[in-house]
């Protein structure tokens, strides 16, 4: 009776070993320095405390946005698209995990039973990460939504996840072609090509190596390149889900007591509430920046957006994102006109399937604006009127009744008419 468990380098030399090992090495250096390089940037950013509150109020929110996936729920191609794609990719991982754990680490977890079941839920969560891939190649090859970004960087994305799942089932049907195991049937997509690839000398065992590696290699690569672009969010996303800290968008932090403060210091606090350069945004802001996966559900609900003003949140987000490593004035790639378009509405922030708070970052710039006395002219001729009359048309009080004139409307008795009969009697 055969043995049920996981031959992780069947018809693999050493020498094969040691370049994955050494391909691997470099990748995870990559990744590492890439993810500290931005890791460090958001540092530069002003400190902001996430309490265990905060993270246990955004786990039920987690699940409804990252598992349930419920903000994309309207649009059907693309739930199904998303989840296809999220939840593939996710069970994959662990599936890889799990043989690091059993291989390198010597802890027998691939075997028996749980091994069978393992090979057949890969399998299938396979095949839903391919038809997911694949749906997302046309969706934007067709420009089904005109909201995503057609560029070949994003297909090349789209390809490169897409070799490294097709790549899993060839090794996989030609290591079952050639060992002929009784348990094969529990592997049933790399079951069907074992029986498709016998007597297909390119796909015999002794191209098997070349297979391995060049699967392994496509890895590496993916590995490495996600801290340079927008396939960051993969990690990120979560991140800025769980650990966002929980606060009403708009409300501005009052980090001190203005009561006990002097004038000059409460001058300097000004400071902390608008955001002039990039180190002024939080980190935690900044970090939101790099969830960001450019789906454009955020500029597609964007009421200003729609009606043909200067705003796309998209573009406030990766503008930011772009320019972080420069601590540069926001003025220099963000026109005041795009701050001033938002209306605060909140539907950008509600579309967000990444929960990333555009409000919070436009309405820190825009006090931001106000400090450097950038303003829009009928707003600041309004404030202007405030301050002089205390109302928005600029009246002096003496008008104020002007408008019930020729109405017959009827005037409350004043105090000085009630003080004047009583002298009178």
């Not at 098997?208 to 927008?230: D, E, G, Q, V």
């Not at 609900?301 to 009606?307: D, E, G, V």
Request: charged letters at 20%; a positive charge; glycine letters at 6%.
């Amino acid at each position: 009776m055969q043995t049920v468990q996981r031959d992780t380098f069947w018809m693999i030399s050493l020498d094969y070993k040691i370049a994955m090992y050494a391909l691997a090495t470099i990748a995870i250096g990559v990744f590492v320095y890439g993810f500290y390089r931005r890791f460090r940037l958001w540092r530069k950013g002003v400190r902001e405390k996430v309490s265990w509150n905060d993270v246990k109020t955004n786990f039920h929110f987690f699940y409804k946005t990252a598992i349930e996936q419920k903000k994309i729920k309207k649009d059907r191609l693309f739930v199904f698209m998303n989840r296809f794609k999220s939840y593939g990719f996710v069970i994959l991982f662990i599936g890889t995990v799990l043989v690091v754990i059993d291989y390198d680490f010597k802890i027998p977890l691939l075997q028996g039973n749980f091994y069978l079941f393992y090979e057949l839920i890969l399998d299938v969560f396979g095949v839903l990460f391919l038809i997911g891939l694949v749906l997302a190649m046309v969706v934007r090859a067709r420009k089904v939504r005109p909201r995503l970004k057609h560029g070949m960087a994003d297909q090349a994305f789209l390809l490169l996840l897409l070799l490294i799942g097709m790549g899993g089932y060839i090794i996989e049907g030609i290591r079952l072609s050639e060992t002929q195991i009784s348990h094969a049937a529990w592997s049933p997509i790399g079951y069907g090509l074992a029986l498709l690839f016998q007597g297909n000398s390119f796909f015999a065992g002794e191209s098997y190596p070349i297979w391995w590696l060049s699967h392994c290699i496509l890895a590496f690569i993916l590995i490495a390149i996600i801290p340079y672009t927008k396939l960051f969010h993969f990690l990120t996303a979560p991140i800025n889900i769980l650990f966002q800290p929980v606060k009403r968008t708009g409300k501005v932090g009052t980090p001190y007591n203005l009561e006990e403060m002097t004038e000059e210091q409460r001058y300097e606090s000004m400071k902390i509430q608008g955001v002039n350069k990039i180190t002024d945004f939080t980190g935690w802001q900044l970090l939101s920046t790099d969830a960001c996966t450019e789906c454009g559900r955020c500029d597609s609900q964007c009421p200003a957006h729609n009606s043909g003003k200067p705003l796309a949140p998209r573009s406030i987000v990766t503008k930011i994102r772009d320019h972080m490593h420069e601590d540069q004035e926001v003025l220099s790639f963000i026109n005041p006109e795009e701050l001033q378009s938002c209306t605060t509405c909140g539907a950008c922030v509600e579309a967000c399937p990444v929960s990333i708070n555009h409000i919070d970052l436009i309405l820190s710039m825009r006090r931001g604006l106000v400090q450097n006395l950038v303003i829009e002219q009928e707003a600041e001729n309004t404030l202007v009127k405030m301050e002089e009359q205390y109302n928005v048309y600029g009246k002096p009080w003496s008008d104020r009744e002007d408008w019930s004139k020729g109405l017959n409307v009827k005037v409350l008795e004043s105090n000085e008419d009630k003080t004047k009969k009583k002298e009178g009697a």
